[in-house]
């Protein structure tokens, strides 16, 4: 029961969180590791608990979705997709020893990308159209990050597509949701044919992100931006010193 109401107060402030300023994954993954998940179970089990809260941010920037070319979408999509498999299957072939030794890292680096994303959008914004804009060799690496390791990868693909020249906020937003709900699915089929999810937790933090999502986000609105982003900033700092104490 506790394991439970952890799991369920977890998912619902990472649907919180997600819903107005990304950092869903601090909470979740952690929570999972706390309630005796193997590492990379939690990784693949965080990945597919948000999988309902990518798809409702898609389904809210439909319009926005569709004023893109749907050629240009669907190439996106089978991008990201060949990434996520790369990225998934080689969470599946990392035992719980390696990745664990990687996992403050990847919190350390997603925590920075969160906290400066701002800075990173408009640094790629400056450098617009210098990749290949809508490229497979920007596409797919990215891709594979988030099938790997799904923490910061909205703030990742808000400053690709900067980088591509795009510079319509909401498409921007709108083809983030779509892209990511593309890749968790893709992870989740092969997280759950790999024997990684754990579905109960996983049940379970999937109904706190959708509640979180939509009840935590009124809430959520009434604290100012800087503070909360302070705070998911100090959690995941907090959760990155936590897991190298574990480590060492």
């Not at 597919?48 to 979705?65: D, M």
């Not at 390696?98 to 640094?123: H, N, Y």
């Not at 995941?236 to 897991?243: D, E, K, P, Q, Y």
Request: charged fraction near 5%; proline fraction near 4%; include cysteine.
């Amino acid at each position: 029961m506790t394991d439970t109401l952890l799991m369920l107060a977890a998912g619902f402030l990472g649907g919180m969180l997600n819903a107005v300023a990304g950092g869903g994954t601090f909470i979740t993954f952690p929570a999972l590791v706390a309630s005796g998940v193997p590492v990379v179970s939690a990784n693949a089990t965080s990945t597919v608990a948000a999988l309902p809260g990518y798809l409702s941010a898609a389904l809210g920037f439909r319009h926005e979705i569709a004023q893109i070319e749907r050629a240009l979408v669907l190439r996106l999509t089978f991008w990201t997709l060949t990434g996520g498999i790369v990225g998934s299957c080689l969470l599946l072939v990392s035992s719980n020893q390696a990745f664990a030794v990687l996992v403050p890292f990847l919190l350390l680096a997603a925590t920075s990308v969160f906290i400066w994303g701002a800075q990173v959008r408009e640094w790629a914004a400056q450098h617009r159209n210098a990749a290949a804009p809508f490229g497979a060799g920007t596409m797919v690496p990215v891709a594979i990050y988030g099938g790997y390791f799904n923490g910061g990868l909205g703030i990742v693909l808000l400053a690709l597509f900067a980088l591509w020249g795009m510079t319509q906020l909401n498409q921007m937003n709108g083809l983030k949701n779509w892209l990511s709900f593309a890749l968790s699915v893709i992870s989740f089929a092969i997280f759950a044919a790999g024997g990684q999810v754990a579905w109960w937790p996983a049940a379970v933090m999937s109904l706190g992100t959708v509640l979180g999502g939509y009840l935590g986000a009124p809430v959520a609105r009434r604290i100012p931006i800087p503070v909360l982003r302070a705070l998911i900033a100090a959690i995941g700092f907090g959760m990155t010193a936590l897991f190298l104490w574990r480590l060492f």
